[in-house]
């Protein structure tokens, strides 16, 4: 990584995490290894919990993504722009996903764009990004996120359920945590996360676990 992408805070991540989205959308890599390769990039772990934190939605919600470029953009991106899209992802994903502060992720990404050698479209990404805060993305079906070779074996294999396997591959898995009972019960340790302010629930099927919900 050059200077240039260390420089501002923040940067170098969205910078990766276009590169990391640009080669999983565009040329077929596999998300693991991409992220390998860009985590060992970054010595602040803070900076690789960010660069997955964005990624991942940004792949959830990339049919709702791409239809709101489809909307806003008069003329679509080229199939040289592949970086730019994977950096609009990059943002959308900050501001609708995330929830993070919009100053600072429009800022850092349109920072990126330049890094990334697109100065020119630094502004029409600010531009978008900020009528992403202003009104939000609308829904999409999540269904479109998947290959179209998939999507047909799931609805043929699972046609009452595959509605809600779309719906569900939009959304984060839930997080669960077995709890050690020769250290304390399950209760104990329930309560333990919720003086925390850590909301969690527990399952009558698994007597050792718990579900963070907060």
């Known amino acids: 990584m050059n200077s240039a992408e260390a420089g501002a805070p923040g940067v170098a991540t969205r910078v990766l995490a276009a590169k990391v989205l640009d080669a999983v959308?565009?040329?077929g890599r596999s998300l693991k290894g991409e992220l390998v390769a860009a985590l060992a990039q970054l010595p602040d772990p803070r900076d690789r919990a960010l660069l997955e934190a964005i990624c991942?939605?940004?792949?959830?919600q990339r049919a709702r993504y791409e239809a709101a470029l489809q909307s806003w953009l008069q003329k679509p991106l080229g199939e040289k722009d592949g970086d730019v899209r994977a950096l609009l992802f990059v943002g959308f994903a900050q501001i609708d996903a995330m929830g993070l502060p919009a100053h600072a992720a429009v800022s850092a990404t349109v920072e990126a764009a330049r890094v990334l050698g697109r100065p020119h479209q630094a502004g029409m990404i600010n531009a978008l990004l900020r009528r992403a805060q202003r009104e939000g993305i609308a829904a999409a079906d999540p269904a479109m996120a998947w290959p179209a070779w998939l999507r047909k074996k799931v609805t043929l294999a699972?046609?009452?359920?595959?509605?809600?396997?779309f719906e569900a591959s939009a959304?984060?898995?839930?997080?669960?945590?077995r709890v050690n009972r020769a250290a304390g019960s399950r209760d104990d340790y329930a309560a333990r996360l919720r003086?925390?302010?850590?909301?969690c629930s527990a399952s009558a099927?698994?007597?050792d676990?718990?579900?963070?919900?907060?």
Request: glycine share 2%; net charge positive; charged share 15%.
């Open 158 to 165: 699972w046609a009452a359920q595959a509605p809600a396997i």
């Open 25 to 27: 959308i565009h040329r």
């Open 56 to 60: 991942f939605p940004a792949l959830r």
């Open 209 to 214: 676990a718990l579900r963070i919900d907060s």
């Open 205 to 207: 099927l698994l007597a």
């Open 195 to 199: 003086a925390a302010g850590i909301e």
């Open 171 to 177: 959304h984060a898995a839930p997080l669960w945590i």
